[in-house]
């Protein structure tokens, strides 16, 4: 399955719609050299990222199971939103 950059964060918004309504910006990249893909979120200038590795992302975008991607955002947005308060 080609997985391209839009799909997957359209996909990850779909999952997680509160990262556009809370003025969490999400990034989706391939990285070549360690051939995932590099999920960024940033808000109030705290960034932070994750990385999914390509079966997982491909089973995600298949409908299979978006479990573990799921969980990463969550957790991502849940730390972007505590540094953010934390200010």
Do not use: H
Not at 54 to 70: D, F
Request: with cysteine.
């Amino acid at each position: 399955m080609q997985i391209d950059r839009e799909t997957l964060c359209q996909k990850i918004q779909e999952i997680y719609p509160q990262i556009g309504q809370c003025n969490i910006d999400v990034k989706v990249d391939f990285d070549q050299e360690t051939n995932t893909w590099l999920v960024t979120l940033e808000r109030g200038g705290e960034v932070l990222k994750t990385r999914l590795e390509v079966p997982e992302a491909e089973a995600c975008l298949e409908g299979k199971q978006c479990v573990s991607l799921a969980l990463q955002v969550s957790q991502l947005v849940q730390r972007v939103e505590e540094l953010t308060r934390g200010k």
